[in-house]
């Protein structure tokens, strides 16, 4: 557990669904965002991942899918010249038959600020988290523009081994302040 996940559940009897994300990331924006642009938007159409997917495309023909065979989605890059807000939202439609519920094996959406191959700042959601079983749900995740140097910014989904399938669809990269 997270020291912020700690002090934002003290004393609390009921976690609200965006204090749980702090099991996993280290900030959480509040209040409404202004959406500045849009970074990327994706809708898989194209995507010849999806073709064995045993989950109903969320939108369109095809969604994006992860399963025990496909671990890693393509990353999507943005580069650091695109991006002059504090803060970054990604925010997609996600969709599982049974829920994972081993933390260590539930897929994460990692969002990665990186200066050629290093790392300067990396944050991750698990998904199943927040996902029932049997359901589609539209989840974010809010990270904070480091100070640091970079020169871009990855976003990437990691299925860390996990076998229960998830599909994904719509899914926006977006500068938010
Ligand atoms: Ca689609």
């Given at each position: 557990m997270t020291l912020p996940y700690l002090k934002a559940i003290f004393l609390r009897s009921e976690v609200p669904e965006e204090t749980i994300k702090l099991l996993d990331t280290k900030e959480l924006y509040s209040g409404?965002?202004?959406?500045?642009?849009?970074l990327a938007y994706l809708?898989?159409?194209?995507?010849?991942?999806?073709?064995?997917?045993?989950i109903p495309p969320i939108e369109g023909d095809r969604s994006l899918c992860l399963s025990e065979d496909t671990q890693f989605s393509p990353p999507i890059h943005i580069p650091a010249s695109a991006i002059n807000t504090p803060w970054i939202r990604v925010e997609g439609d996600f969709r599982c038959q049974e829920k994972e519920w081993e933390y260590w094996l539930m897929a994460q959406l990692m969002v990665k600020f990186k200066k050629g191959d290093k790392e300067i700042q990396t944050r991750f959601l698990r998904l199943f988290r927040l996902l029932p079983p049997n359901s589609t749900k539209t989840l974010f995740l809010d990270v904070p523009v480091p100070n640091k140097q970079y020169d871009q910014l990855e976003v990437q989904f990691w299925q860390s081994n996990g076998k229960k399938p998830l599909a994904i669809d719509r899914l926006k990269v977006l500068a938010i302040e």
């Open positions: 409404t965002p202004n959406i500045i642009k849009s809708d898989f159409e194209s995507d010849s991942l999806a073709h064995d997917c045993p």
